[in-house]
């Protein structure tokens, strides 16, 4: 029994601090969601307009470049950390903005972290529109423009799943958080990089707590994944709405 | 079906902007404490939003020290402190790419020659302890009351004999702990890259800070040398106890060094002068040396006004001058048009 008491303790401790809303715990949580929501959003107006792009026009080297996306689908964390560590810091080339160490510099770690994956989970959602919708569009006389706008509808959900993933990637993640924003309590410190933190000092209950929350958030977005691709956000709306519709 | 998501689609897209807004709102609150005080700071300063880049070495984090006088500055000098703490290898690394304000370290002779590069200014040493070899309570290696260079001898001996349950962990980060375990080995007589790394698998080598170093070692019943603050801070998650704590390789000493280079505004410096003359200040001094007595019965950290004993030259710092330095003293050779050249750093690299 003695073996588990840690673990035990570690869970006794780590609901008192969520129940007790601690806040601690809390602002890291915050700020967990804050920096990945922010890098999430920057990434899908970059990787989603730029994924479309490459999808829907023909170049040289379009072949090698989404086999390229698709390799840095596996970007390591800690090689992002690495590079953009040496381009903030004060001696790199972006070390005017004085970005290290601060939560805009993990976001811009998490954005580069985020980018390939989502735009290469683009690319797929839009391949993934079936060629009859295509040829059906193109015989009802669409304009190009208007079948873009048709096939981007199809392949929302699949989008909407791109960008879900990309911030499961980006909230999880520890070597950017670690490596650029330097674990700095209050200001830094998620939470990946206060688990790791926590864990070392033998304070296992804080590391529960924030291990829950986080497992909640993951727990969150598949709930949320689920709602849209079994189409029941739809049953719901029309529930809440009230109105019929047709 | 179909025509029923996009409105679903609409409502998670407000719902994901109410929940982002709503963010943005708790994480300006939680910040709350900091911005009420820079607000009245506003009226009277600009400069009431300056913050200060510590890089730090983990010993003086883990214990909480570093937290514990941190509000006291911040209060004081109306100023944000930012701590990131790492090994005193990568802390120095840190500071010399010019991404700190402020070096607090202990590893003598890395800063030594970290000031001997024209990095840094104003070194002084605020505190010290001693290093303890700390292992299983039932000793397997039999070290107890041993010289520390003895007792690195027996644990390698008895490790690369393959004697069971001899483990050491070290940092291997580089860090000031390190550099203090080389010595020794290096004062046993050994060479620390031909006899002692991947001498075999009763060194380990953990790669990180000394709370989670210690917990290693607590983890596999091996030897670790730690400092006495960390250990006593973390002492009740531990199954160690201390074995070797007396010999002259175990002084462990803290310093303090303003970051220097030619794009280093003048204001971070006097900042961090500010800080070190926080550190060296009789108040906080005493703060240092009650640091912990309550909660773990005995000092973490010696005050420089206790003497320190015999330790190799220029290893302890000055420790009551102010820290006064703006701007590193030039030499014979430099001249005052290759002051404000980036080419400073490098003329001024032999200046004492």
């Known amino acids: ?246 | 079906m179909k025509k029923t998501i996009p409105i679903g689609l609409t409502a998670l897209i407000i719902a994901a902007l109410f929940v982002t807004i709503l963010l943005a709102g708790c994480t300006s609150s939680s910040t709350g404490t900091s911005s009420q005080n820079s607000t009245t700071a506003q009226a009277q300063t600009v400069s009431g939003n300056q913050s200060l880049v510590i890089a730090t070495t983990t010993s003086l984090y883990d214990t909480g020290l570093l937290n514990y006088l941190q509000p006291k500055f911040e209060s004081q000098y109306n100023v944000k402190l930012l701590i990131t703490s790492q090994g005193s290898g990568a802390a120095i690394a840190i500071a010399k790419r010019g991404d700190a304000d402020v070096l607090l370290v202990h590893s003598p002779a890395q800063e030594l020659a970290f000031m001997k590069g024209g990095y840094g200014l104003n070194r002084r040493s605020f505190a010290s302890n001693s290093f303890e070899i700390v292992g299983p309570a039932n000793d397997p290696a039999g070290i107890a009351n041993m010289t520390p260079e003895n007792a690195f001898t027996t644990i390698l001996l008895k490790g690369t004999n393959n004697t069971p349950n001899i483990y050491f962990v070290s940092r291997g980060d580089g860090s000031g702990t390190q550099t203090a375990e080389i010595n020794i080995w290096k004062n046993a007589g050994y060479n620390y890259t031909q006899n002692i790394e991947k001498s075999g698998s009763w060194y380990i080598e953990s790669g990180q800070g000394m709370g989670a170093t210690l917990q290693m070692a607590s983890q596999e019943g091996a030897y670790t040398l730690t400092d006495q603050g960390t250990f006593l801070a973390y002492q009740s998650n531990l199954t160690l106890v201390p074995v070797v704590t007396k010999g002259g390789s175990l002084l462990n000493i803290y310093s303090v060094m303003a970051v220097y280079n030619a794009n280093q505004p003048v204001e971070k410096i006097q900042m961090a002068n500010n800080f070190i003359n926080f550190l060296i200040s009789p108040q906080t001094q005493a703060d240092i040396g009650n640091f912990g007595v309550q909660q773990y019965g005995k000092s973490l950290f010696i005050p420089m006004d206790v003497s320190v004993p015999n330790a190799p030259a220029g290893w302890v710092g000055d420790h009551s001058t102010p820290a006064t330095d703006l701007t590193l003293a030039p030499t014979a050779a430099a001249t005052t048009a290759a002051a404000n050249s980036t080419a400073a750093v490098n003329t001024t690299a032999a200046a004492p």
């Open chain 1, 1 to 246: 029994m003695k073996k588990l008491s840690d673990i035990v303790s570690g869970i006794v401790q780590a609901i008192n601090l969520i129940i007790t809303l601690n806040p601690e715990v809390l602002q890291i949580a915050a700020l967990s969601l804050y920096i990945s929501l922010s890098s999430t959003i920057i990434a899908s107006c970059i990787a989603i307009p730029a994924g479309g792009f490459i999808h829907f026009y023909d170049f040289r080297g379009k072949k090698v470049l989404i086999a390229l996306i698709q390799t840095l689908y596996s970007l390591p964390t800690v090689v992002v950390g690495l590079l953009i560590y040496l381009m903030i810091s004060r001696s790199g080339p972006l070390g005017y903005f004085g970005l290290l160490f601060t939560p805009g510099g993990m976001i811009l770690g998490q954005t580069v972290l985020i980018i390939p994956i989502m735009m290469g989970l683009v690319i797929a959602a839009l391949s993934g529109v079936g060629r009859d919708i295509r040829d059906t569009l193109v015989s009802l006389g669409a304009t190009g423009f208007q079948s873009i706008i048709q096939i981007v509808k199809e392949a929302r959900i699949a989008i909407l799943s791109a960008v879900i993933l990309g911030f499961g990637r980006a909230i999880s993640e520890v070597g950017v958080a670690m490596m650029i924003g330097g674990n700095i309590r209050g200001e830094t410190r998620v939470l990946t990089t206060a688990i790791a933190l926590q864990t070392g000092l033998g304070d296992f209950g804080f590391s529960i707590a924030l291990g829950i929350i986080l497992l909640s958030i993951a727990l969150v977005i598949v709930a949320i994944m689920y709602l849209i691709t079994s189409g029941a956000i739809g049953t719901i709306e029309q529930i809440i709405g009230g109105a019929p519709r047709q």
